[in-house]
């Protein structure tokens, strides 16, 4: 499992301490004029829904969904997330990839599912679950930061 540098598009960062997706990134087709905010791709019709939102981008709000960073701009809650989970695909330990890879091959359920079942698998046996993970339905192997190695995945 190699990362690469480009742009993964799984990662949003938290405005709030909620997910934040950006608006469309295709334009109206009846738009002659439209605006493109560069951070986030997004296209706009008028100049001032694009001050706003470069606006909302650049102020130190944002979050980075891993460590839980905050007072950042989004571009850099961005960097962070992207910097976070190239690391944990690197980490990934490579005897356990070809059994992951081999689920992800073989299934047919949604993406969340998907995921759930990976990281049940790979949970060692009698391992108990935390209390946080018996709070959010979270089996134990399973936490946030493990979801992007299975995402990253599914997406290449």
Known sequence: MHSSKRR???NMPLLDRKEHPPGAKVPPKSADEVFVV?????????????????????QHQWQDKYYG???????????????AENQLVEQFPKDLEESVVRQIHHSRLKKDDLIHQIHSSLK????????????????????????????????H
Do not use: I, M
């Open 124 to 155: 060692p046996r009698g391992a108990q679950p935390t209390d946080s993970d018996k709070e959010n339905g979270t089996p134990a192997s399973s936490t946030p930061r493990a979801h992007p190695v299975t995402k990253r995945l599914l997406t």
């Open 69 to 83: 960073r905050t007072g950042l701009t989004y571009e850099e809650a961005l960097r962070f997330e992207e910097q």
């Open 38 to 58: 560069r951070c986030t791709g997004e296209v706009v019709r008028t100049y001032e829904e694009y001050t706003n939102k470069r606006t909302l981008y650049a």
């Open 8 to 10: 993964h598009n799984a």
